[in-house]
C-alpha cells in the first residue's frame, strides 16, 4: 500500500485539522504549515480521513496510484 501525500502550501491555513486526525503524519512548521513528518505513522484510513478534514482541501492523497482525496 503506497501512500503520497501533497500539501499545496499555498493553500493551507494551519488549522491543524491534519495533525488532529493523523497525529504523526501532519505537522506544522515554523510558519504554521502543514507538512508531512511521516507517511507511515497512521493508516492510510486516518491520513484520507485528514485530508478529508482540510478546512481549504490543501491536501492530496494518492493511495495505490489513485487519487483519493
Known sequence: MAIEITIDRDLCMGSGNCSFWA???FELDD???AEVADVNAQ???KIILAAQGCP???IAVVHDG????
Open 23 to 25: 497525529p504523526g503524519v
Open 43 to 45: 493508516p492510510a484510513d
Open 66 to 69: 489513485t487519487r483519493v482525496v
Open 31 to 33: 510558519d504554521g504549515v
Open 56 to 58: 481549504t482541501q490543501a
